[in-house]
């Protein structure tokens, strides 16, 4: 089976810009959460998708959100971007909610300047 | 909350040999799972190793071994017969199954340095 896939990979916006990064799960899996990866703050839970609703929210700003569709495919929006938003982003999959096993994509590295 | 706290920033083995990552959590559930991922320098997460909390038994995967003390809620990694491609920063990541709270917390990582 082909792995989490995540588009794009790298990304360089601009302070104040919108970005939306795609995720597609493991063929099958019908969850996928969203983690935002820095130096300074290590990895932190975005939030998690399941059945194109979210399940759970992590501790971040609304400028965070997203969604996923019928096919499990999910997004994450940040819009009017900050500095402190850059930073790698991964999205796992997994069978169902929950702390099943998560399998990880690549991640999207996000430059704000 | 959950809290992972790994106490070792930093560690390194020579090829061949053994090495142990340290890993304490602390949670409120019974009902838990824990992992160890390794995130070489491409910085693919790749799951190494996992452990659900009501089995006693430690859960091994070829030359990875965890040893889990409940009680003392610690869930240590052993690695055997180090190889050049085992050097990668390795996490420990508790979750909580059941409730509302699906997510992994993660610790901050250990950076295994492989010495040929």
């Known amino acids: 089976k082909a792995g989490v896939t995540q588009t794009p990979r790298y990304l360089i916006k601009t302070r104040g810009q919108q970005v939306t990064l795609s995720c597609s799960p493991i063929s099958g899996h019908r969850s996928v959460s969203w983690y935002q990866q820095t130096p300074g703050q290590g990895l932190q839970f975005l939030f998690e998708?399941?059945?194109?609703?979210?399940?759970n929210k992590g501790n971040f700003p609304g400028r965070f959100s997203g969604r996923q569709f019928s096919n499990s495919r999910s997004e994450m929006n940040v819009s009017t971007l900050e500095l402190g938003d850059s930073a790698l982003y991964l999205c796992?999959?997994?069978?169902?909610?929950?702390?099943?096993?998560?399998?990880f994509g690549p991640g999207t590295r996000l430059l704000v300047l | 909350a959950q809290t992972v706290t790994q106490s070792q920033p930093e560690m390194s083995v020579q090829e061949a040999e053994t090495v142990t990552l340290s890993c304490t959590y602390d949670t409120s559930e019974s009902d838990y799972y824990l992992f160890w991922y390794k995130q070489p320098p491409s910085r693919q997460m790749i799951l190494v190793i996992r452990q659900e909390a009501y089995k006693q038994q430690n859960a091994t995967e070829n030359r990875f071994s965890v040893n889990f003390q409940k009680a003392a809620k610690s869930f240590s990694l052993k690695i055997s017969d180090s190889q050049l491609g085992d050097a990668a920063m390795y996490f420990c990541?508790?979750?909580?199954?059941?409730?509302?709270?699906?997510?992994?917390?993660f610790g901050k990582g250990t950076l295994l340095t492989v010495n040929p």
């Open positions: 990541a508790t979750g909580e199954r059941g409730g509302s709270n699906y997510k992994l917390t």
């Open positions: 998708y399941f059945s194109e609703t979210q399940r």
């Open positions: 796992a999959s997994s069978l169902y909610m929950g702390v099943e096993t998560q399998y």
